[in-house]
């Protein structure tokens, strides 16, 4: 019999890493599956749900105003468990598959195990070694591991993290990350190349030439002190290059977004702040640019497909398998160090380079062990 599938999904990596398993059960014709938003990142997904032609079957609400990590993961854990509840008659599921490291997941997973239904973690297994960087990610993968029953790690190094925490290597596949499936998606359909810019600011403002932009996103809690040292470097770097566009989507967190749009970098003639991109419009992006700036994990993991290289503004990477190969940095948010390195940080991806965190079929795997 078909196993019922339950994909619970609160952000926009979650929904971009996890389009390929959908996509991939729709191909094969399998259609006992439903998807849940959370409503972790409501208005930062409307436009994904569209891009990638999914719609939740459920919708829940657990953002507040002025809600405390603590206050969210009890509101998370509380609407996942009412939904189960009420669904139980209509859709009892047989697993339950989340992916990442937000509060979504941990919640997801804590409440698979309270119903006794097997959690399916997708890309488990990464750490930082450090609870506090990110944070609160590190900790969130962590307890998801607990009661995950299949660990889909992206790498040799995450299932090695995951061996380390006794999780039994029976459990644990190394698929590769979905978010290159995702990618390959719409490289291989030309997607990427065809598109023209949905965003306003890059259709009429932007002239692309073979590297011509430089890609700069920040987001991370920890870095939102140091906004500062960023913004300077930026301006910096953008008068120092005046044949470079600098393209800065802005995280719709408050904190980032009161920092750059009151900034003296709206003002300047080669960059170009704007809010968080579409999809194919940051793909787009990343395939012009000369180098990305960015504490992201996606961006860290998409880059190396277009042999970009990634000064990563952190001090450590649960995601270290494009920096051992040399082409990605870890420079935290320092001004002096941002500028140094992107003055100097020029990779050389050879010919035959293949991207570090997967092959593109991680989604088909997946699929043909849960199914
Ligand atoms: N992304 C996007 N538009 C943007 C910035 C990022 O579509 O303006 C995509 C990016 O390509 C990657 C994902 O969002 O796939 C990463 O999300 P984010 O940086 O918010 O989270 P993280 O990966 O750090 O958890």
């Known amino acids: ?17 996890l389009f390929p398993l959908i996509n991939q059960l729709r191909v094969n014709g399998y259609s006992n599956y439903k998807v849940v938003s959370t409503g972790q990142h409501k208005d930062l997904l409307e436009s994904y749900w569209r891009v990638f032609n999914i719609q939740p079957d459920y919708q829940l609400d657990i953002i507040k105003a002025d809600q405390n990590l603590t206050q969210l993961t009890a509101r998370a854990i509380i609407a996942i468990d009412s939904l189960i509840g009420k669904i139980k008659d209509s859709f009892s599921p047989d697993v339950i598959i989340s992916q990442g490291d937000t509060t979504t997941v941990m919640a997801s997973s804590m409440v698979s195990f309270y119903h006794n239904i097997p959690f399916a973690h997708i890309e488990a297994g990464l750490r930082s070694f450090n609870l506090q960087h990110p944070f609160p990610e590190e900790f969130n993968r962590k307890v998801a591991s607990i009661s995950t029953k299949y660990h889909f790690a992206p790498t040799e190094i995450s299932k090695d993290n995951l061996l380390m925490e006794n999780v039994p290597m029976e459990n644990i596949h190394v698929v590769g990350n979905t978010v290159i499936d995702t990618l390959n998606y719409f490289i291989s359909s030309n997607t990427i190349d065809n598109y023209v810019f949905s965003n306003k600011q890059l259709k009429t403002n932007l002239t692309l030439e073979t590297n011509n932009l430089v890609l700069i996103t920040c987001h991370r809690r920890e870095n939102h002190k140091d906004l500062n040292q960023l913004i300077e470097a930026i301006n910096e770097l953008s008068q120092k290059n005046p044949d470079l566009v600098f393209i800065w989507p802005v995280h719709p967190n408050p904190n980032v977004k009161v920092a750059v749009k009151s900034s003296s970098l709206l003002k300047k003639n080669n960059i170009i702040i704007t809010e968080p991109l579409e999809y194919l419009d940051l793909l787009k992006v990343l395939k012009h640019a000369k180098i990305a700036i960015s504490d992201s994990g996606g961006i860290q993991e998409e880059a190396p497909s277009f042999k970009v290289p990634v000064l990563i503004l952190r001090e450590t990477t649960e995601r270290p398998e494009a ?9 935290g948010m320092d001004k002096e160090k941002i500028i140094t390195n992107f003055n100097t940080f020029r990779p050389k991806f050879p010919n035959d380079f293949t991207n570090p965190y997967g092959n593109g079929k991680a989604a088909e795997s997946i699929v043909n062990i849960i199914c």
């Open 323 to 331: 920096v051992n190969i040399g082409v990605s940095m870890l420079i």
């Open 1 to 17: 019999m078909e196993k019922k599938i339950l994909f619970i999904i609160g952000t926009r990596p979650e929904l971009i890493k």
